[in-house]
């Protein structure tokens, strides 16, 4: 161990075992949390082809769907449901008629109809011709993401070269999504399991730490493991105030990946770069792979984020 690098960040040191302890229930919390404000339309909503998941506000990871979008007569579909809550509209609000085959959507400013087969759509009791018509596929209805978009007050925008969807409040500014693509592109194409780099050190739960690595290790890192009263396995921070982020992405992506798959590490290291500045704030956020708990967080003000591995 004396070989290995100490180096050290208070808040994120303190963070270790706070997280620990803290995890779950912030875990519960962060799921409670809406990301639409009553009545307001999503700022940004970002849907991948090929990709069950979806990005709302820049926010990730993701929120995960069963069944992805795809495109069928030129036209992108999603499953009614996931496409009604993307577009901030909450169960209720979306209804289905069994009798008629007929899906629902009501939101603040408009309610929208629309039937499998049928290619209409009705807002506000207005009929509009549509050049496709919803359908079933997979035991699932699927509509026409744009018609359904813009019939609740969106702007829709296509990027051919990155398959995908983006939508926002008609009559705003196209917003940035790049980095809600990189993460939706980061979803499809995980990481391979990497090996450590050079001379490193095996902690008691069987991860290898290069010796020469730039991450904020604990001391007690090797009281972690197997018999841990908060089942903590690891736990270790990125260092903002060193200048080598990129060999710490690495490092940290290295380390995760010898006992968490490939995707799970993706959406974890995605989060964990949207903060390269004290100033910005990391919710915490929780990931389930391969029997373990992986959390991550940065409050604002600090000079750190923290990775903490649980097993289950």
Do not use: H
Request: hydrophobic share 40%; aromatic share 8%; proline share 6%.
């Amino acid at each position: 161990m004396s070989k290995l690098k100490l180096n050290v960040i208070t808040i994120v040191l303190v963070l270790t075992m706070a997280m620990v302890v803290a995890g779950p229930a912030l875990a519960e919390q962060a799921e409670q949390i809406d990301v639409y404000e009553k009545e307001m339309l999503v700022k940004s909503l970002v849907f991948k082809i090929g990709v069950p998941y979806y990005v709302v506000n820049g926010q990730t990871p993701g929120v995960k769907m069963d069944v992805a979008p795809f495109i069928q007569s030129g036209r992108t579909f999603v499953p009614v449901r996931f496409l009604g809550n993307a577009l901030g509209l909450d169960d209720s609000k979306i209804t289905w008629d069994n009798g008629t085959n007929t899906a629902t959507l009501a939101g603040s400013a408009a309610t929208l109809q629309l039937t499998i087969g049928k290619a209409q759509i009705s807002i506000n009791g207005q009929n509009k011709a549509m050049d496709v018509a919803p359908l079933l596929a997979s035991g699932r209805t699927f509509l026409p993401a744009r018609y359904v978009a813009e019939g609740l007050g969106y702007q829709v925008g296509w990027d051919e070269a990155a398959q995908t969807v983006v939508c926002w409040p008609a009559g705003e500014p196209k917003p940035d999504v790049a980095s809600a693509v990189n993460y939706l592109v980061s979803v499809v194409n995980p990481t391979l399991p990497q090996q450590p780099k050079g001379e490193t050190l095996t902690t008691r739960a069987g991860y290898r730490i290069p010796i020469d690595t730039k991450l904020v290790i604990p001391k007690d890192i090797n009281e972690l493991g197997p018999g841990d009263p908060n089942k903590c396995e690891l736990g270790f921070g990125i260092d903002l105030t060193k200048s080598e982020l990129a060999s710490q992405w690495n490092d940290a992506s290295s380390i995760l990946s010898q006992k968490i798959n490939g995707q799970t590490v993706n959406e974890v290291m995605a989060y964990v770069k949207q903060k390269t500045d004290w100033k910005q704030v990391l919710v915490f956020q929780q990931w389930e792979s391969n029997g373990k708990k992986i959390g991550v967080n940065s409050p604002g003000g600090s000079d750190g984020v923290q990775i903490t591995v649980w097993y289950k």
